[in-house]
């Protein structure tokens, strides 16, 4: 075959380009060439060793919608259906179906829910469980066994707030509008919601609206009459509170579901004995006082369960014998919820 020259010349000068090219493809320089890396945390999702997430007993109709399916994309649920992160559940009226976690904890999903699964997580190094819901609308009952390692959490966000529980019952109550009402059965839950933290125990409630903060279940409880009070739940009752003219009566109280602001990772709390006042066996005022105490915690790595304070005062030697009335108001300064006590005393 006859090669024409200029057109062979033409030809290896091509192919002399080409050659010189390859060692630079690849090279590049830094990142320009390179895809860059997702800085994005991807979504846990269980590992290998984790058993599934699965509906159980479902009632009614119930609608499951699978992560990344389409917006309209549900099928009808059933016993042992699998669940992952980025599923949703929806019930109709009248009907129910349980989710049971990895970990033997469940949620109690009632009629007209939504629930989407956020997190499924167990990690391999240490044991830790992480289990994340989003509730919009509806109603849970929440079965959260007791969480041992200290990073395991089981967490439910409303459009309201965010409760976090360690292992205790509670049921969360969700409307259209995003209002959310919880209520605690059994240990306690964590709520946060505009940047304020209650801690809900045994029997107690809390609420809150979107872009609102929690309501509190502030309240005084364990009021003791002492003769000396040293610290924590360290005093001396005084017998029959019955006190001798000179004495120092103290009162020792406790102080339950107050409000917590959130700094970083730390929390403050705050409250004060707002007004004081005592009346004699016959209903005159003996003394009184405003604003008397502050009690003002910061930088707690958890909200305690209580916080205690106490009162005290000395009797004058003229003190009239006879029953005493003592009135208080204690002030939650992050919420402005007031509660107040009485208590009587008496001089012999």
Known sequence: MIFDSKFAFALFAILLVLLLLVPLIGCGSGDINRTPTSTTTPTPVPTGNVPPVTISSPSGEVLVQKSGSGADN???ASAGMRLEPGDRIKTGEESSTLIIFFDGSVMEIGANSDITIEQLDLAQDTGSTTIRLKQLVGNTVNRVQQLVDSASKYEVETPAGVAVVRGTIFSMMVEESGYTLLSTDDGFVWFTAGGVTVLVGPGMQTSASPGGTPSASFSI???????????ERDYTVQPGAAFDSESRVWIYFEVFGFSARATGDTYEVWFRTVEARV????????????????YHQTELETIPEYSWGTLSFKLLPSAPSGQYRLEAEIKDIISGEIDSFTITFSVK
């Open 74 to 76: 549900f099928v009808l």
């Open 221 to 231: 409880d364990n009021i003791e009459v002492c003769s000396d009070v040293r610290g």
């Open 279 to 294: 009346y004699e066996p016959g209903g005159d005022l003996y003394l009184s006082g405003e604003n008397l105490e502050d």
